[in-house]
C-alpha cells in the first residue's frame, strides 16, 4: 500500500525525515518495503530559474533565430540563442542553465554550451512542454513583471516533492490501510519516544442538512447478515468537473488516475480513513430507492470494466427497484456511476459482512481496493463519520445541496470489544516488566479505553476498527510493538533445557541421508506448490477429483485444491526446463499428498475423511549419458530409476522378503511396477508415465517416474535393526540357467518361485540377459538368470547344489512352463 509522506503530515506534527518514518513504521509492525521520490514535475524544475531578455536581435546567418541577453539575477547576464517566434527584450522568461536536465516523457537532455549558426548560447529559453507545465509549444513562456530575475523555477511554481512509502500491511492490521490509519499507529510510537504528534482527525463539524424536506433516496435492508450497517446521503445540484490540483496530486502520488472530483473525493476518502465508498448517479436509481439484497443464481450483471458476469444468490447486491447496480463492496456496474452529466448524486458508506465480500471477490477473480479492506474487516463505527466528510468535500468541491437526513439502518449494533488484561500477564509474555504507567501511555495512544483498573488488571475497551485485538495476547502484542522488541533486553540466563535427539526422532535424518544419496546420484531436488489445479485429476481413475481436498476460498482456479500426488508438479518442472533446453533431467522431491475420502465419517472429532502423508517423488528424462568422450550417449530407462528406488531401500534398511513385486497398467503410466509389503501397504509404484499425460504438459520425451510413501517406508524401516555377522569363510556357488518362458512372464516370477523353492541357501537371483527374436519359437523369450547359493557353516558339494538346482528346474518347469536351452 502506498502512504504520501505530505499527506501524513496533514494529521501528525511530523519532523521526522522520510527514511526516519520508514524505520519507525517498520519498527511498530508497519513494514516499509521501500521509499521513492515523487515530484508533481518530473525532474522537480531543478536547474531553472526566473530570467530577464534585456536585449534580443536577429541572427545573422538565420532568418528565424534570435540572439538575446539574459539576466539570470547574478549579475552576469549570459547569451542564448532563442528560436521562439515571441521572444523579445523586456520578457520575463523561464532559462534552463547550462547542465539542466530536461524530460520528454522517458527520455532526457542536457543543457549544453554550444554554437548555434556560428554564435554561442548558454542555456536554453523555455516552452511549457519542455519543462513539464503544460502541453503549449507555440513560444516562450512569458511570466508577468513581478517574476524576479535569479527565481527558482521551482520555487515561482511552488514545485514539492512528496515521497511514497511502499507499507506492507500484513492481513491482520486493515486498520492501518489508511492514511490516517498509518498516521495514528505512528503518533502512537512518537508519543512513545518522547515526540508531540498532535494527532488531528479532519473535523466535520461543519456538516449540515441544506434541505431537511427534500425528496432524498430510500434505502432497504432485505439481508442484514451480510449487511450489518448501511449508511446514505442524497446531494443535489452537484456540478462534475476536473478536480482541483491538489487533489489530483494526492492521487497520483499514491498511484491513482484522477477521473472527475467526485469520484476523486470517493478515493481520497477512502484512501484517508480506510472507508470505501461508492457514488450513485442519482437519476440512475429506478424507483428512487436502493435495495441491499442478493438476486437468483445465474443473474447476469454488467460491471464497471465492461464485463458479463454471472452471479450467485451469495452474492449481495446494491439494487434498484428493477435491477442490480453494484456488487456490494466489491465492483461497480456499468450504469450506475458517475459521468459527466451527473447532477444529483447518492454516497453509499457501508459496512460488508467480510466473509460474503471475500467469497465473492474470490468467485469472479476480482480484487478491489474496496474488497481489499471489507474482507479484512472495515470499522461498522465510523461510518456516518465517513460520510460527513465525503459530503463537506463534495460541498467545497462540486457545489450541491444536502438533502434529506443521513440514511443509517443499523439494526443491531456492533459494540468495542471488552478485554481483561493483567499486569503480571503482561509481564510474563513479554520477558520484562513494562511499569504501569507506560501500559496506560501506551493504550491510551492506541485508542484503547480503559474501562476499570482492579486487583492489577485492567477492563478495557477495544475499538472496532481493530478487528485484530479481542484477546489479552493481542493487546500485549500491541503494547510490546509500540515499547519496541528492541527494549526487551537479553540475559545472561538461559530458562531452557538443552535440546536432545530421542531415539525415535530418526525421520528428518533418514530424509537427509536419501536426499545426499539421490545427489550423489545427480538430482536435483525440487519444491512445487501443494496447491494444484483439479483439472489433472479430471477423468483419472487412479486418483478421482472427487477425492481431492477442496479449498473453500481458493486464490484461482489453478490453485484450487490439494495435490494427491507429486506427479504433476514434477512433470510441471520437467517440462519448464526442456523448455528452456535442459533435456536431460533427474529431479527429486518429498513433499505432503492430501486425500480426501467421501465415504468415510466423521467420528469422536476426528476429520476421518481427509489423510495426509508425505510422499518422496522421482522423475527421471532425456540421456543417462550425452557429449562424453568415453562413451556413447546413452537414453536413460525405467530400470535405472527402478535400481535407484532399491538403492533408497537398502539404505534405508528395508527388508526385501518383506516386499512383493506387481506389474499394473494404470491410467497414469503406460506400464508400471508396484512395490508393496506382504500385508498389502504400497511403498512405492514404478513406471512410464503416460503419452496422453505427458501431452497436456507438451512434454515430447519418455519421463519415467517412482512415487515412495515416505510415512509407510518410515514405519517399515523401524523393523530395520541393524546386526552384524561375521564375513562367511565358504565361498558361494553361482549357476547360470538359460530358460524358455512365455513372452508375457516377468522375470519378476522366475525370482519368486526361486526362493520359494529355497529359502535357506538361496542368497541372490539376478537376471544378466534376454533374448527374443530368431531361433525362438514364436511367443516365447529367454532369460539368461545366475543363482548365488551359499552355506555360511559349511563348503556346499556338488549333490546338495544339483539336488537344490534340480529342485528350481521342476518348479519352474510345472509353474511358469520353463524350458531349459
Not at 547574478?74 to 524530460?103: F, K, R
Not at 519542455?130 to 508577468?144: A, F, K
Not at 488516475?257 to 440512475?284: A, M, S, W
Request: hydrophobic fraction near 35%; include cysteine.
Amino acid at each position: 500500500m502506498n502512504i504520501s509522506y505530505n499527506w501524513l503530515k496533514d494529521y501528525l506534527n511530523l519532523t521526522l525525515t522520510p527514511e526516519e518514518v520508514s524505520a519507525a513504521l517498520t519498527s511498530i509492525g508497519l513494514e516499509t518495503g521501500g521509499i521513492e521520490e515523487v515530484q508533481t514535475v518530473k525532474g522537480g524544475l531543478e536547474g531553472l530559474v526566473i530570467g530577464k531578455v534585456l536585449t534580443c536581435r536577429e541572427h545573422p546567418n538565420s532568418d528565424h533565430l534570435h540572439i538575446t541577453t539574459v539576466d539570470l539575477g547574478n549579475g552576469e547576464p549570459v547569451q542564448i540563442v532563442c528560436g521562439a517566434p515571441n521572444v523579445a527584450s523586456g520578457q520575463h522568461v523561464v532559462v534552463a542553465t547550462v547542465g539542466t536536465v530536461l524530460y520528454d516523457g522517458d527520455t532526457s537532455f542536457t543543457i549544453k554550451k554550444s554554437k548555434i549558426r556560428g554564435e554561442e548560447s548558454f542555456g536554453m529559453i523555455c516552452a511549457e512542454d519542455e519543462i513539464g507545465i503544460g502541453e503549449s509549444h507555440d513560444g516562450i513562456i512569458v511570466l508577468p513583471e513581478t517574476a524576479v530575475p535569479g527565481t527558482l523555477a521551482k520555487d515561482y511554481y511552488n514545485i514539492k516533492s512528496d515521497y511514497v512509502l511502499e507499507v506492507d500491511i500484513t492481513p491482520n492490521r486493515v486498520d492501518a490501510a489508511s492514511h490516517y490509519g498509518v498516521a495514528r499507529d505512528l503518533a502512537a510510537y512518537l508519543v512513545r519516544n518522547g515526540y508531540t504528534p498532535d494527532l488531528r482527525k479532519p473535523l466535520v463539524d461543519g456538516f449540515k442538512i441544506d434541505n431537511l424536506s427534500g425528496d432524498a433516496i430510500k434505502v432497504e435492508v432485505q439481508n442484514t447478515e451480510a449487511c450489518p450497517r448501511y449508511c446514505g446521503l442524497t446531494i443535489r445540484n452537484v456540478k462534475i468537473s476536473e478536480s482541483p490540483e491538489w487533489l489530483q496530486q494526492r492521487l497520483h502520488a499514491i498511484g491513482l488516475r484522477p477521473i472527475n472530483n467526485v469520484v476523486d473525493i470517493t478515493n481520497y476518502v477512502l484512501h484517508e480513513t480506510g472507508q470505501p465508498l461508492h457514488c450513485f448517479d442519482l437519476n440512475k436509481i429506478k424507483g428512487g430507492k436502493v435495495i441491499v439484497k442478493t438476486l437468483p443464481e445465474g443473474t447476469k450483471f454488467v460491471t464497471l470494466d465492461e464485463t458479463e458476469r454471472t452471479l450467485s444468490d451469495r452474492d449481495l447486491m446494491i439494487c434498484n427497484e428493477s435491477e442490480g447496480m453494484c456488487i456490494a463492496g466489491v465492483f461497480g456496474g456499468l450504469d450506475s456511476g458517475v459521468t459527466d452529466k451527473t447532477t444529483d448524486i447518492f454516497l453509499e458508506s457501508a459496512y460488508f459482512n467480510p466473509t460474503w465480500v471475500r467469497k465473492t471477490a474470490r468467485r469472479h477473480g476480482l480484487n478491489t481496493d474496496s474488497s481489499f479492506r471489507y474482507e479484512r474487516g472495515a470499522d461498522p463505527n465510523n461510518l456516518v463519520y465517513v460520510l460527513k466528510r465525503a459530503a463537506l468535500l463534495v460541498k467545497e468541491l462540486a457545489g450541491g445541496e444536502i438533502t434529506g437526513n443521513i440514511v443509517d439502518i443499523y439494526p443491531q449494533k456492533i459494540e468495542n470489544f471488552k478485554v481483561e488484561l493483567a499486569y503480571e500477564r503482561i509481564n510474563s509474555l513479554v520477558g520484562k516488566v513494562i511499569p504501569a504507567d507506560i501500559v496506560k501511555s501506551i493504550l491510551e495512544s492506541l485508542e484503547i479505553e480503559i474501562l476499570d483498573e482492579r486487583d492489577g488488571c485492567l477492563s478495557l475497551s477495544v475499538p472496532t476498527y481493530r478487528v485484530d485485538v479481542q484477546r489479552d495476547v493481542d493487546v500485549i502484542e500491541d503494547i510490546l510493538r509500540i515499547y519496541g522488541y528492541n527494549n526487551v533486553e537479553f540475559t545472561d540466563n538461559v530458562h531452557s533445557n538443552l535440546s536432545y535427539k530421542t531415539s525415535t526422532d530418526t525421520s528428518h535424518q533418514l530424509q537427509n541421508l536419501v536426499a545426499e544419496q539421490l545427489t550423489g546420484c545427480g538430482f536435483n531436488e525440487i519444491m512445487n506448490n501443494s496447491l494444484t489445479r483439479s483439472a489433472y485429476y479430471a477423468s483419472l481413475e487412479t486418483y478421482p477429483e472427487s477425492h481431492c481436498v477442496r479449498l473453500l476460498n481458493p486464490l484461482s482456479n489453478d490453485l484450487n485444491v490439494l495435490r494427491q500426488t507429486l506427479l504433476f508438479g514434477g512433470l510441471e518442472s520437467v517440462a519448464y526446463n526442456v523448455n528452456r533446453r535442459r533435456p536431460d533431467l533427474k529431479f527429486y522431491e518429498f513433499g505432503n499428498c492430501y486425500y480426501f475420502n467421501p465415504a468415510a465419517s466423521v467420528e469422536k472429532g476426528v476429520l476421518a475423511p481427509y489423510s495426509e502423508t508425505q510422499h518422496l517423488g522421482l522423475w527421471v528424462t532425456g540421456n543417462r549419458v550425452s557429449g562424453s568422450w568415453a562413451h556413447p550417449d546413452e537414453k536413460s530407462s525405467v530400470y535405472e530409476l527402478k535400481a535407484y528406488v532399491e538403492n533408497i531401500f537398502i539404505r534405508l534398511g528395508i527388508n526385501f522378503g518383506r516386499l512383493q513385486y506387481t506389474q499394473v497398467s494404470t491410467d497414469l503410466f503406460s506400464a508400471a511396477l508396484n512395490i508393496a509389503t506382504r500385508d498389502g501397504k504400497q511403498m512405492a509404484v514404478i513406471g512410464i508415465v503416460a503419452k496422453k499425460v505427458l501431452k497436456g504438459f507438451d512434454i515430447d520425451n519418455d519421463v519415467f517416474y517412482a512415487e515412495l510413501n515416505w510415512t509407510l517406508l518410515m514405519k517399515e524401516a523401524a523393523h530395520n535393526k541393524v546386526l552384524y555377522t561375521d564375513i562367511p569363510k565358504f565361498q558361494p556357488v553361482k549357476r547360470d540357467l538359460a530358460l524358455l518362458v512365455d513372452a508375457s512372464v516377468p522375470f519378476v516370477e522366475i525370482e519368486k518361485v526361486a526362493y520359494e523353492t529355497e529359502r535357506k541357501l538361496l542368497k541372490e537371483v539376478y537376471l544378466f540377459d534376454v533374448y527374443e527374436g530368431k531361433n525362438l519359437e514364436a511367443g516365447k523369450k529367454s532369460y539368461a538368470v545366475t543363482f548365488i547359493l551359499q552355506d555360511e557353516n559349511k563348503t556346499l558339494n556338488d549333490k546338495q547344489i544339483d539336488s537344490i538346482m534340480s529342485r528350481i528346474i521342476n518348479n519352474l518347469q510345472q509353474k511358469l512352463n520353463a524350458k531349459l536351452r
